[in-house]
């Protein structure tokens, strides 16, 4: 029987090596002026045959440049907001990771309502935002948080005082997301291995969730068995293009499906971090996927009622174990916990530790972290046995 469900709408996608070149069309059909929002290292200088400034001038097109450095803060969104609100651009276009997907998409919001941002988000602010935003288009250039499919942005304040909060709407969808693998050859492996982590999560809470239906597990699937043959590739060779491609649509995949299934303990864990420390999303569920899952298992062998849950997971185990063949589904889930651990030590994945974190804070973290939509809920104290495990 098929259960009921929601789906969210999504954007123009258009995936594929070279489409790139089909940016400044799009961008032409929204106007002649536009805030082009990207991080350090610009990759509009770096696009495939493509002298990206010199078609925008010849198309006769205005551009304002943003960079963005880390993952964005409501002041950093409220000082752009006010720097272009009176001259407002056609369209907002963000260039670069996710965090860069994130700030074009607050800002695009924005620029549209009265207020600070902070008075928009989920769970600190006050307002509701009505859902108008400045057309945007998103052009990812690692393969990681998906945000170029989904309808929230992520925006954080570090610090004792801190939060990483949403601020959502079905409307801030991308009009357009432009995924063109061949933008992220150039990412380093060390983000190359926590945006791949990031997305590996995605895709395997979003198959484990309490929320997750038919279409999200068809597409989560999909999403697992490209980071499969894709993940460990591409870390070893960044120029392997078509292990660039397969992660590239592992990680759409997996903000389509985070948008519609919900995320568990893992990204629990990282925005409970990430309001506290300035470290990259990725690397944090990346060094705590294997931990956090095998707390998971535990608990859920634990708990009667819990075996479409367990069965999930040995169907998680065939596409990742090798020799599968008739081992016992209890045999496979080891074994598949076995692999997240040591996928995570052939990334590099650092311990929280040696990520930044201090121990004191560990309870801190884990007094702040959500386990909703994860397949049991797990108490404080399992939560800080996961993060002590991953304290080196």
Do not use: W
Not at 121 to 129: C, K, N, P, Q
Not at 253 to 267: F, M, R, W
């Amino acid at each position: 029987m098929i259960e009921s469900f929601r789906f969210s709408r999504l954007p123009l996608i258009i995936f594929g090596r070279g489409k790139s070149r089909e940016l400044p069309a799009l961008i032409r059909n929204f106007g002649n002026r536009m805030l082009l929002v990207s991080g350090r290292f610009s990759a509009m200088e770096n696009f495939p045959g493509l002298s990206f400034a010199g078609v925008l001038e010849e198309e006769g097109i205005e551009v304002e440049k943003l960079v963005v450095s880390g993952e964005p803060s409501d002041r950093l969104i409220d000082d752009a907001v006010s720097h272009y609100r009176k001259h407002p651009p056609d369209l907002v276009v963000s260039v670069g990771g996710g965090s860069v997907m994130d700030a074009g998409k607050a800002i695009s919001a924005m620029l549209t309502v009265e207020g600070n941002v902070r008075d928009y988000l989920e769970g600190v602010g006050f307002r509701e935002h009505p859902g108008t935003k400045i057309p945007f288009i998103a052009v990812p250039t690692t393969a990681g948080t998906g945000s170029e499919a989904t309808k929230n942005s992520v925006i954080s304040r570090v610090g004792k005082d801190g939060f990483k909060k949403s601020l959502r709407h079905d409307n801030f969808v991308p009009d357009t997301a432009l995924v063109d693998p061949d933008l992220t050859i150039s990412c380093p492996p060390e983000v190359t291995a926590a945006s791949g982590m990031d997305c590996f999560t995605q895709l395997t809470e979003a198959y484990l969730s309490t929320r997750s239906n038919e279409y999200t597990d068809a597409l989560a699937t999909e999403g697992l068995k490209a980071v499969r043959a894709s993940l460990t590739r591409v870390f070893r060779n960044g120029k392997d293009s078509d292990a660039r491609t397969g992660m590239a649509f592992a990680a759409l995949t997996s903000g389509i499906c985070l948008a519609n299934a919900g995320l568990g303990v893992v990204h629990g864990f990282a925005s409970a971090a990430g309001a506290l420390y300035d470290i990259p999303h990725g690397l944090i569920c990346g060094s705590l996927m294997a931990a956090s899952n095998e707390m998971t298992v535990r608990r859920l062998r634990e708990q009667s009622g819990s075996g479409p849950f367990l069965a999930r997971y040995a169907s998680l185990a065939r596409l990742f174990i090798d020799d599968a063949g008739k081992k016992s589904d209890e045999r496979l889930i080891d074994e598949f916990i076995e692999y997240l651990y040591e996928l995570t030590a052939g990334l590099n994945l650092p311990g929280l530790r040696q990520a930044g974190i201090s121990e004191n804070d560990l309870p801190e973290i884990a007094l702040n972290t959500e386990s909703k939509n994860n397949p049991v809920k797990l108490d404080t104290e399992d939560l800080m046995a996961v993060l002590q495990k991953r304290y080196f």
